[in-house]
């Protein structure tokens, strides 16, 4: 019998206050019937998180950047073995308590519309094709490809949400119809559509008027009606609850919830469906709308095995976490993040480097690994760590400044004279900087306590600013490691220093993986998921939703580094042999130009040449290519063909970068 | 000429105005003179501290656990090098910042009067003699004995200050005059008379109603007088304004200068100094008492070669800082700091166990190995990296608990069930405890917000208290490390588990020398230098500073682990040869009576046996018995004479340990 006639048979034998009871995270055991407690609140992100010890890998856009999606594939097959060896022992002890289940609420493939949003490091970045290649490749990995689901992947959060943080809970975001289908759904469906996710998420915000978690417009109509998404809605946490105290486009709980339910959102993280019988008393929800949001949620925990015993992943041993087999790959993973965005020629460094300085807050910092939603690496390598196992020579470590704060207070450590005499002392200055966690997060994370989580702009703080120039004067040779998981604004960086290096928040294996980079062990094949702007003012004000001026695709300025750049220790060159616009597939020569072996991260974008497009330029293909100093070879890359019969109108061409 | 007399002379060429100026910790150049700026404020307690990278030596009172002079004045070498290191490197950008000079307040040689004060862990323990020795160690490492002096040592806080940290800007200790001689002053008159240190720093309090700072008794009449010292007096920070602001001794901060610089205080940390003109307009204080106080400030400054250039230290090299050679001895003498506390056989662990669960909130903290007033170490391995790189198995690390909050917070991760499953997972469990620096610290340190530093009491927070209980079910053997810088209440940890481990805040090579203890690489040597009492019962009021039932000198109960307590993979015998009071040695031997090698750290204690000494034990003596298995040595030991005579008439006996 399939999981779906099953879960109506389940579903049949309760009561409606059984029924009602299932539809809150925390649902509770209905002894009765043999079915246990459970919670359905889980999170991986980018490794099993909120649980303890785990492989904790890059931060989703630090994963974006390798643009590698058989590697984002194996990473999230590692994170669901973790997850399910984690709840294989909780069975165990009967525990049911958050972040011990198996239905994931990653990945998070909102589009990272602007800089400024903090939770932008947890999506593949800005753009919708990137998003859904790596956004299907991580489902799959999570899912699995058994009888059973390994783990539910959620997609979140559905749809529209960007910030600004702090207004999260009352905020309603317009939106154009081709904005939201090209820019703000295109992942949705493609995930859907390829990836068949578990659930989906609904966000905090409204769009359009409605409220996300109960609008009739995305849920119904879209998601269920032309999507056709088969599975279970769950709100945002406290998301229903909003739809009366802070969008006020209802009275009551209970309203707010009959709204949700009766759109199709099935599960309710947070409170409000603790009124689901006032509403159901009250003529607001029938009971046959009960029963089928009941039987999806029912389906799912069936697909995932846990009322069978024959489920091939409870075998998963607790062994599994974080075993040598996941740290060798995070460090793969963590190493083809990197971005290369500027290189005179220092990078790689030579063995002519004797005494290397490593200066900067983000040098030695634990929290920059780990980016949010995550676990607890048992063994992990900050960036001077990491750099500090791979160098022979002698090495000078110093913090130099506070990350934002300028301030000299008077008792206080004064940092500065000592990285500029790390630096007299030494070969090369490798210059930590950046962001952290704290400074672009979720509301209620960040420091900056005006912006909830948010940033107030693209700068590097002050004191880094301040730190950068006392470096520069010092005339040593100046890699400069960018640590954020957003565009900042690195123009000094790129004028003044010898290299620049994009490391995101890299995970466990980090600092191992930067040096892997800078000494050249491997060769950098990152590239970035988010145009790197200049300035704020080249950005619309932050509570625009419309897309124009905004990402690669619509911004009509000169970025600094656009989406999609990342140097390489060689050089490659690339010809178009082949378009197959019936089989969506595109042949490319790459050639391997430089002196030394690499892998080319290949980008085929669709670049408007005349015509009506708003785009200007379209990701429509990614491919990678081994290749030894001096190889030739041809690929095979699959495209997306929806503007592939315009390449014969004239109206696009294909390139292989977009142009600053 | 001597630097008195080139102090003199400089002083001499001084207006009244130049005069003053220079009794400010912040002191300005006198160009017309040729002096530069200089910052007095710089502190080294257990490494160069806030000044950037550094060899962070485990925190003092886990340096006065070894019982180790010898090792103590290798360390505080060590310190003055790279404190040395610093100032030449900084003197040629002509800095004058805080923390870039190189007189230093260390140590703090105060009784750790009480466990639940917050600074106790930056002093060497409970015991006088045992704190002038490594007071004097320590003060004869930082000063060197060259032509000049390397650094200037302070001991601080004079005196008799041991907390509440909350009032110590209003506290007046009562001290009776025996406690004030035979506990309080102890240690700073053996130091003065045996190491000359260069400086001394008042304390915040008031003792029998004179404020330290500016206290006849204690100043002029005592340290001047009594104890003849030769030195400069430097106020706490702030210190001289509480005279009158909150001791309400003053009505001014002029009045309050006047009094500190006429009782010999002569350098001000704060600002007080500010409005000396103003008491000496007023006929509060005169010059010559003022000419005489700086007179004592630049004799400190010739003699630290400032004005010089034939000065042997200005040649030591920025590169002596956190060397390869200094890490060694960092590990070394935080092997030594670990007291073995129980152990039932389990360690050192055997080759058979292959599987380690390494649990707890102390497991994975980097503060916890650095204390306070530190350094930032470049390389460091916390407890659980030094394990996991000591051992070849599977290692289960789990946080197990918040150090000291129980809550379960509903959206927040719930650790326990992780740490069980670790715990069922291994063949033995290490499990890592205790408090943290920002539970026991300074004034405005502590998160215990109605406790300012100090400790409510000492137990082990409840979250703590339920980890062992549920790791104790799984059977598993249980070694339990306790990091502090105080007494825990360990009595549950000494009945139900097979070791106990006193590692205090262990310093950069915390982790790595642990591991060295619990796999037997090193044999423990470490002895408790603070009595671990079983209740808070069993202490006397916080605030009351009479001896009487404190310390292992005067408590009258049964300790848990009583001072000088520490086990050894070996056991020893001694045998009591010879006494010569008149030389104040003692001749022991010690054997070896176990069958592993091992150093015994032999303690000679007066054990009183009748008549009227107010003392249960004293300590007379400390040697070091390096010792092969079933080897047997004689050793001489130099004792403290006090006493020594009485032994004839029957009052004393000799004895190894401290009885419970």
């Given amino acids: 019998m399939d999981f779906k006639t099953r879960a109506k048979e389940l579903v049949a034998k309760m009561t409606l206050a059984e029924k009602l009871s299932q539809m809150k995270y925390d649902a509770p055991a209905i002894e009765r019937l043999g079915i246990p407690a ?7 992100l980018h490794g099993a998180a909120r649980s303890g010890m785990a492989t904790v890998f890059p931060q989703a856009i630090g994963m974006a950047a390798s643009f590698d999606t058989e590697l984002m594939h194996e990473v999230a097959t590692a994170i669901s073995d973790e997850v399910r060896a984690k709840y294989n022992e909780y069975k ?44 299907c490749a991580f489902i799959k990995g999570l899912q699995g490809e058994g009888k059973y689901r390994k783990t539910d992947a959620t997609i979140k959060h559905y749809a529209v949400h960007s910030g600004p943080e ?12 081709y904005d939201l ?69 209802t009275q009551t709980e209970a309203e707010s919830a009959a709204l949700a339910v009766n759109n199709g959102c099935a599960l ?31 389906e799912a925990r069936l697909r995932l095995g846990m009322f069978d015993s024959d489920c091939e992943y409870d075998a998963i041993p607790y062994e599994v976490i974080e075993c040598e087999k996941h740290r060798a790959l995070n460090r793969k993973m963590a190493q083809e993040s990197m971005v290369l965005l500027k290189n005179n020629g220092v990078l790689p460094l030579s063995d002519e ?97 005006d912006y909830s989580g948010d940033k107030p702009d693209i700068e590097l703080p002050d004191s880094q600013k301040a730190l950068l120039e006392e470096i520069l004067k010092t005339g040593k040779p100046v890699i400069f490691v960018n640590v954020s998981g957003s565009c900042v604004n690195l123009s000094r960086a790129d004028e003044a220093c010898d290299a620049v290096v994009q490391c995101f928040y890299p995970g466990a294996e980090g600092g191992a993986a930067l040096a892997d980079v800078l000494f050249g062990r491997v060769n950098p094949q990152g590239r970035l998921p988010v145009t790197f702007y200049r300035s704020t003012k080249d950005l619309p004000p932050f509570e625009d939703y419309n897309m124009e001026n905004r990402t690669y695709k619509y911004f009509g300025g000169s970025a600094l580094y656009p989406f ?39 980008c085929v974008f669709l670049k408007k040449v005349c015509g009506e497009s708003r785009e200007r330029y379209r990701l429509i293909g990614i491919g990678k290519a081994p290749l030894a100093a001096g190889e030739t070879r041809e690929i095979e890359i699959t495209v997306d063909g929806t503007h592939l019969a315009e390449l014969e109108k004239g109206e696009y061409e294909i390139v292989f970068a977009v142009e600053n």
Avoid at 38 to 44: A, K, R, T
Avoid at 205 to 228: H, M, P, Q, W
Avoid at 577 to 595: E, I, W
């Fill in 166 to 177: 702090k207004e999260r809970h009352s905020f309603d975001a317009q939106v154009s119809e």
């Fill in 38 to 44: 459970y919670n359905w609140w889980n999170e991986c």
């Fill in 353 to 449: 480097i004797k005494t290397l300085a490593i200066i900067g807050p983000n040098a030695d910092d634990v929290s920059v690994l780990l980016g949010n939603y995550n676990g607890t690496p048992s063994r992990y390598s900050t960036l001077l760590r990491g750099i500090q196992d791979a160098f022979d020579g002698q090495v000078y470590y110093a913090k130099g400044c506070h990350i934002y704060d300028s301030t000299l207070h008077d008792w206080a450590e004064h940092p500065m004279r000592e990285a500029i005499i790390a630096a007299q002392k030494s070969d090369a200055v490798i210059l930590c900087m950046g962001l952290n966690p704290g400074m672009e997060g979720e509301e209620g994370d960040g420091f900056n306590g």
């Fill in 92 to 135: 165990k002890f009967g525990d049911t308590l958050i972040y011990q289940g198996l239905t994931c609420w990653s990945p998070n493939i909102n589009i990272f519309r602007d800089p400024r949003w903090g939770r932008g490091h947890e999506t593949y970045g800005e753009d919708p094709y990137l998003t859904g290649q790596m956004g």
């Fill in 268 to 298: 309710n993280c947070g409170s409000a469906y603790a009124h689901l019988m006032t509403a159901v008393a009250a003529g607001l929800l029938d009971e046959d709308t009960v029963t089928e949001a009941v039987e999806r949620l029912f």
């Fill in 564 to 602: 999609g750049y990342g140097l390489s220790y060689t050089s490659f060159a690339h010809t178009l042999l082949h378009v197959d616009a019936a089989a969506q597939r595109v042949r490319v020569s790459v050639k391997n130009t430089g002196t030394v072996d690499g892998t080319d991260t290949v």
């Fill in 181 to 249: 289908y090209e820019t703000y759904l295109s992942a949705f469906r493609y995930c859907i559509e390829h990836a068949d996710p578990s659930a989906v998420m609904g966000a905090y915000n409204r769009v359009n008027g409605e409220a996300c978690c109960a609008s009739k417009t995305l849920l119904k109509d879209i998601l269920y009606g032309e999507f056709g998404f088969d599975g279970y809605v769950v709100s945002d946490c406290g998301a229903i609850c909003d739809i009366n105290k802070n969008h006020k486009l």
